[in-house]
């Protein structure tokens, strides 16, 4: 049965996933609403990905995330007699034996049949989708066949093998075709392999994602510029961030903007590094709030601002991470930007994963007077000394001696 895809849906196909940097994704989203309102199984196929997150859709769109909304579309798509939303279904974990029954087709291979159509006539989505079928073995319901179709386990293997490793062009012609998702599980073939059916090809993973970048894709620029990064290649990965970050990748300006703050590989701009950071602090990017925070405590490219400060490390520190503890910790010690808490100031300390020796100062006061907690003075000494030959940590261990049993007391 020929089939091709709605006007509606191609364009929701282009500004989606196969130009993302056309910034149309959130008017492709609503065109795909209208279509599939309008009976398009398909957009409604499209449009559940969409609602399914970042597994399944760039999260530079900013869609919605809706896991019950993607399931009633799925379903819907089904039952509007869209092949792609069969397949996609089933990928799901969705096509239950019930829904299976409502599609209009006689049987799975015929959906099957009717997007490889597609997909040979250059359409990535459906070479993706069946790419999919083969890599993640629903060919072999597809097909209606299992180890017991087969004379002997052998012959079963090869079977699985010969179709499991179809997968592969496929994928390289949906990821050349615009789908960049299909370099995910591409590169997770080659580096894993199947289960002792296909061995690992690690070799031919190394420039996946630097062909994504050169095909423009802004997630797998950012995925290039990290490893170019880790390899030193400073000047590289900066151009690479840039491009990430032009092309809309979250988090990608807050790299442009690391690079801006320290002067590597660049000129130091520290006003241009916070106006960077601050383009990804509406998608929410936890690093940004970390890199504003520091920004605002140290009063680089910003006026300095404790109480700004404390505000954007607490929101990271709650998010997860760690990478601004030590300042905050600051800022619970003194009562920068927020009231004085020893204990908390404390708490953080001990979660740092690094040695710096004022975070070593702050633990030996803290300790060695009982601030926010138990007196530990031989504890509080033992950090006051690692915290070498500062200052401030030698005028507070001036205030302490061991007494004649050899106990650390305060003099």
Not at 207 to 224: L, M, N, S, V
Not at 350 to 365: C, I, K, L, P, T
């Amino acid at each position: 049965m020929e089939k091709t895809l709605s006007q509606e849906v191609k364009q929701g196909l282009q500004d989606i996933y196969y130009n993302v940097r056309t910034g149309r994704g959130k008017e492709a989203f609503a065109l795909l609403e209208q279509a599939s309102a309008a009976g398009d199984g398909d957009a409604s196929c499209l449009l559940a990905r969409c609602y399914c997150g970042h597994q399944y859709v760039w999260v530079g769109h900013g869609f919605p995330e809706d896991d019950d909304r993607a399931i009633q579309l799925m379903h819907r798509s089904v039952e509007q007699g869209s092949a792609l939303g069969v397949l996609v279904a089933m990928r799901m974990g969705e096509l239950s034996p019930e829904l299976e029954s409502k599609m209009p087709f006689s049987s799975l291979q015929e959906a099957f049949d009717q997007v490889l159509e597609m997909a040979q006539d250059g359409e990535a989505f459906c070479q993706y989708t069946v790419a999919n079928t083969y890599f993640w073995w629903d060919f072999v319901r597809i097909q209606g066949r299992d180890k017991n179709s087969f004379s002997d386990q052998t012959e079963y293997m090869v079977y699985l093998r010969e179709n499991i490793s179809k997968c592969e062009d496929w994928f390289w012609k949906a990821f050349r075709g615009g789908m960049y998702f299909g370099a995910n599980n591409l590169y997770r073939y080659y580096t894993q392999g199947d289960e002792g059916l296909i061995a690992p090809q690690p070799e031919k993973a190394r420039d996946i994602w630097k062909i994504g970048a050169e095909c423009g894709y802004p997630i797998h620029q950012a995925i290039y510029a990290d490893d170019l990064e880790k390899e030193g290649k400073s000047e590289d990965a900066l151009y690479w961030y840039k491009q990430a970050a032009e092309g809309g990748h979250p988090g990608a300006w807050s790299d442009v903007g690391r690079y801006y703050y320290e002067g590597i590989a660049t000129e130091k701009d520290e006003r241009y590094a916070v106006s960077c950071f601050e383009k990804d602090i509406p998608f929410g990017i936890v690093k940004a709030y970390d890199l504003l925070g520091r920004a605002y405590f140290q009063g680089r490219g910003v006026s300095q601002d404790y109480a700004k400060a404390y505000s954007y490390l607490y929101h990271a520190y709650n998010k997860g991470s760690l990478k601004g503890v030590f300042l905050l910790a600051k800022c619970f010690f003194y009562g920068y930007g927020t009231g004085q808490d020893y204990t908390l100031a404390r708490k953080l300390l001990e979660q740092m994963n690094w040695d710096y020796w004022e975070a070593d100062y702050f633990r030996g006061v803290i300790y060695a007077n009982g601030l926010g907690g138990p007196k530990d003075i031989s504890r509080g000494v033992a950090y006051l000394k690692k915290a070498g030959d500062h200052q401030e940590a030698k005028a507070e261990l001036a205030h302490y001696k061991k007494n004649f049993f050899g106990k650390w007391v305060r003099c």
